[in-house]
């Protein structure tokens, strides 16, 4: 059992040796002593910051792909990441090299320089908690309430990826899935970024792009209406969802809905063709699930009920459901 800060020698072993330079704007990256990094844009640039809280495995490659994706749906290319992990003080040094070398992976593999943050033992939390700044630059940012009366909102992939894979791993013993859908979680694991669907309509004219995070599909949509003062009417049969997701969700009695979903990510446009043959060419699934409106954001249900669609806690951490499992 530990507290505090890593020593010197276990900094450089465990995030230093492990991180590589390998962005040009940045002009200070990680190093001993050094508190601040440093980097020079002549675009405009982006910031999001997003935790890791729910997730227990590859939260170093998760931590990466979720707060990049916030840049890639404001229509910027991210470029530099600061990490602050928190490690329960039953941890070892090892555990988080493990965890530093699958930021490093995932950073590399999107081009992404980790330039920075901080590193602890504590006996504050029960789990790691690990939580990344992203700094993106762009020409044009692209805002999630920049909705227009009578778009078409599209839904990438299918939602609750990263719900499906947390889930999968809390309560493996309750759901038993077979050596296929284990297979299946891997490649949600790897949909999880969104780097594709930015690449897919950077010369697509749309008006908004979201990811799906905490609060489902049905909190996504409420809160970019509420944000730009719009409603929307959706159609839920045509929210696309994978029957391993259904499965799990039926299982553990969870609203697919309101249920994290990185690696989804809401767009709307007046060019709907256009923008959904863009994505399948790059190899991404997409479904028009409904129109912006006036009024509020609702949803019309597969026996005809509408419902008023709201901003509410996860599923994940709906404890009046799941304790008891």
Known sequence: MR????????????VLDVIKHRREEIKTGAALGEDCASFQSKDILLIST????GASK???SLAIKVASNDIYAAGGEPFLAMITLIAPSEATTKDIRKIMNEAEKEAKRLNIEIAG???EFSDAV???IINTVIVGKTKRHIKATS????DSIIVTKTIGLEGSVILADKYADLLCLNENEKKELLEY?????LIKEHKSVENISISSMHDITEGGVFGALAEICEGAGMGCKIIVNSIPISPLTRK??????????NLISSGSMIITTQFPEETIKSLCENGIEASIIGKITHGRPTAILSDGKEITLEVKPDELFNNDKLGDL
């Open 50 to 53: 997003d935790p890791i809280t």
């Open 3 to 14: 507290v505090g800060k890593l020593n010197g020698f276990e900094l450089k072993e465990c």
């Open 189 to 193: 694991t790897e949909k999880i970024s």
């Open 126 to 128: 029960k789990r790691f």
């Open 117 to 119: 943050g901080h590193t």
């Open 147 to 150: 909705l227009n009366l009578g």
């Open 248 to 257: 799990i969700c039926d299982a553990l009695n969870i609203d697919c809905y």
């Open 58 to 60: 590859n939260i170093g």
